[in-house]
């Protein structure tokens, strides 16, 4: 079982033309309602790609919760430590530019009342977790677990720095990696890391692929080209099948190739989810 501790957001998709820059006021193209928040979009893209998954979090007692757990229900997703708080359900409002890039921002609403009594569950054979809970839920998950512990640094606390070393596989994208060493030297800065994580670190680097990097290696593993759509989502998508990748026992740098078609895939389609494996053996031999 793959458990995922996380948040559920509302996204509001707010395509423009150009992102504004500060003072300056913007027409949208179109704005669109889609189910996120990285931990839910992590759960459901590992359940389209099979794997048998546990959703740890939290929604609001309002509507939206109750689509959410709906949503979970219908993707196969177990829904049995979803908690619903008294509060609004967390809500992203995320530009999108013509190129598929995006800029988000997150009102945690309920997200933030997750807490480590929540986490009763038996966790999994591997946990994946992201940063849009509190601290203390994320050390309480780190600690509780005994599988593979793969932490999505998103978006990066300083806190997270005092937790390194509970962690298996560290997946910063290039800004959270930047933010956490203070370089974007690749091979050293993940030589830091690995001095406190334990097996690997794995930078995205969207198009360009991924950086695997372990105690005795490190390289660059491309990334299969597309046009893109729509980038939202598409390190919760590769997160998501990196998580099936290793509990199916995979190697690493197999892992990562896997899972960069699978995040190639999500960004030809609008919105943070992942495709069915079905949908990636389309365009990728898997
Ligand atoms: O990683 C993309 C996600 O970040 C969005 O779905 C949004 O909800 C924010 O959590």
């Not at 309602?33 to 794997?51: C, E, I, W």
């Not at 009102?107 to 009763?120: E, H, I, V, Y």
């Amino acid at each position: 079982m793959i458990t995922v501790v996380g948040s559920y957001n509302v996204d509001l998709i707010i395509r423009v033309e150009k992102f504004p820059q500060a003072s300056e006021t913007v027409f949208t193209e179109g704005v669109k309602v889609y189910h996120g928040g990285k931990g839910s979009n992590q759960a459901v893209s590992a359940s389209r790609l099979n794997g048998r998954v546990t959703l740890i979090a939290a929604v609001g007692n309002d509507n939206y919760g109750e689509e959410a757990i709906k949503f979970w229900q219908e993707e196969k997703v177990d829904t049995s430590y979803v908690k619903v708080k008294r509060g609004r359900t967390g809500m992203a409002y995320i530009l999108v530019n013509r190129k598929g890039e995006n800029m988000i921002v997150v009102d945690r609403g309920a997200n933030s009342m997750l807490t480590s009594s929540d986490l009763d569950g038996t966790l999994g054979k591997v946990t994946l977790i992201q940063l849009e809970v509190n601290m203390d839920v994320v050390k309480t998950a780190l600690t509780k677990s005994h599988g593979v512990k793969i932490l999505n640094p998103a978006p990066v606390v300083s806190e997270v720095r005092s937790l390194l070393e509970m962690v298996d596989v560290l997946t910063p994208n290039e800004i959270e990696f930047m933010e956490l060493t203070g370089t974007n030297d690749l091979s050293y800065g993940t030589l830091v890391l690995l001095k406190r994580v334990n097996k690997a670190v794995i930078v995205t680097l969207g198009e360009k692929g991924a950086f695997l990097a372990t105690r005795n290696r490190a390289f660059r593993i491309p990334s299969p080209k597309v046009k893109p759509v729509d980038t939202t989502g598409a390190g919760d998508v590769f997160n998501a099948a990196l998580a099936v990748a290793l509990h199916e026992e995979m190697d690493l740098e197999d892992a990562v190739s896997f899972a960069n078609k699978v995040a190639s895939v999500s960004v030809m389609t609008e919105g943070a989810l992942g495709p069915t494996i079905e949908e990636v053996r389309k365009h990728f031999e898997v």
